[in-house]
């Protein structure tokens, strides 16, 4: 499936989506990596995203990219991902408990309040 063909949420909820996806995968004990960073959208812009990394299986989970057969979060191979979507990672997560003190603490997914609470 295309890029064309998926629907995209335009609510602006990827870092919670991620965010969430992370912990939940994390519960789970499965190895994953939380990304802030920026993507190209479908139109061709450079946006602020969030997306979920899980490395020993080669993959990117974008929850906020939903696929309109499945209902769910698109999955990418990572090299994929960055390629199609042009990912740059501006700060990447692998601590469960630091991501959830940083959602406590900021009362926020992220990233701008927890950049200056990590400075």
């Known amino acids: 499936m295309t890029m064309s ?19 939940r995968l994390a519960n789970e004990g499965i190895e994953a990596n ?16 969030a997306w979920v990394e899980l490395p020993s299986r080669n993959l ?6 939903i696929d309109p057969k499945t209902g769910k979060g698109t999955r990418y191979d990572l090299d994929d991902f960055y390629k199609r979507r042009r990912g740059k990672k501006q700060a990447m997560y692998t601590n469960p408990l630091e ?5 406590n603490s900021t009362k926020s997914w ?7 609470k990590t400075r």
């Open 5 to 23: 063909k998926k629907t995209r949420t335009e609510k602006g909820n990827c870092y919670e989506l991620a965010c969430k996806l992370f912990l």
């Open 60 to 65: 990117v989970l974008d929850p906020s990219d």
């Open 110 to 116: 992220g990233p701008n309040k927890w950049i200056a």
């Open 34 to 49: 939380l990304v802030h960073g920026f993507v190209r959208n479908p139109s061709g812009n450079t946006i602020n995203h």
């Open 99 to 103: 991501v959830a003190s940083l959602v």
